[in-house]
């Protein structure tokens, strides 16, 4: 059973700063991988998605790098802004009919 | 494209009432997941559907919880007898397929029991 894992489970960094959030899996069978941010009561927004066979995906301040070997992700975000204060989830498809499976997610606070 | 869209965006209910969560896929997608988020815990994964069929339901409650994906219409949520546990965020996402595609999500119905 495909089991997801983040680190740390929250951030607090000033404005500016460059970080790195973490994301561990179990099983290193992927299809692909997917990071998506949540506002507080609000729904999921994709951020990247890395297939399998990728090893880093990259959106304006954004880097998602996959090592599928050894069951890793980071999401790297450059120059952080308090406007990117979110809980960002992490989360793996592990076969084709398998749904994708959620972290429960780092809370990042961006202060200014 | 008016992504997926989920209705009720919040639902009070009494206990023992019915509750109806519906979900409209983006256009194109024929794939249907539902997910649950209770406070302060991660995303757990219900029921997964395509057109009129049942992919997956490991994740959904034996008894009282219900979905279809009907071949017209959104994809429908029903909980019956509702209680107050049941008070949650409910997601739905669509896909136009599997392994490849990313899922995109709705913004949730946040559902309360009084």
């Known amino acids: 059973k495909q089991e997801v894992t983040q680190i740390p489970a929250a951030l607090s960094v000033p404005e500016g700063e460059n970080l790195v959030l973490n994301c561990s899996f179990t099983d290193s069978a992927i299809y692909n991988l997917q990071w998506f941010r949540q506002d507080p009561g609000k729904g999921l927004t994709s951020l990247l998605l890395i297939q399998s066979s990728q090893r880093e995906q990259t959106s304006g301040r954004l880097n998602a790098s996959l090592d599928k070997s050894s069951g890793r992700s980071t999401l790297y975000i450059a120059a952080s802004q308090p406007g990117d204060s979110a809980t960002y989830l992490c989360a793996v498809v592990s076969s084709g009919n398998t749904p994708l499976v959620f972290g429960k997610g780092t809370r990042l606070s961006v202060i200014a | 494209n008016a992504g997926v869209m989920q209705n009720p965006r919040h639902l009070v209910r009494r206990r023992g009432q019915e509750a109806r969560l519906r979900c409209s896929p983006m256009k194109g997608h024929s794939h249907v997941y539902w997910y649950r988020q209770l406070p302060e815990e991660g995303l757990k994964f219900m029921v997964y559907l395509q057109k009129e069929n049942i992919i997956d339901e490991s994740g959904m409650p034996k008894e009282r919880f219900s979905a279809e994906f009907p071949k017209e219409g959104p994809s429908i949520l029903r909980i019956q007898q509702v209680v107050r546990g049941d008070s949650a965020a409910y997601f739905c996402?669509?896909?136009?397929?599997?392994?490849?595609?990313?899922?995109?999500f709705g913004s949730g119905t946040r559902l309360t029991v009084v």
């Open positions: 996402a669509s896909s136009p397929g599997t392994t490849s595609y990313g899922y995109t």
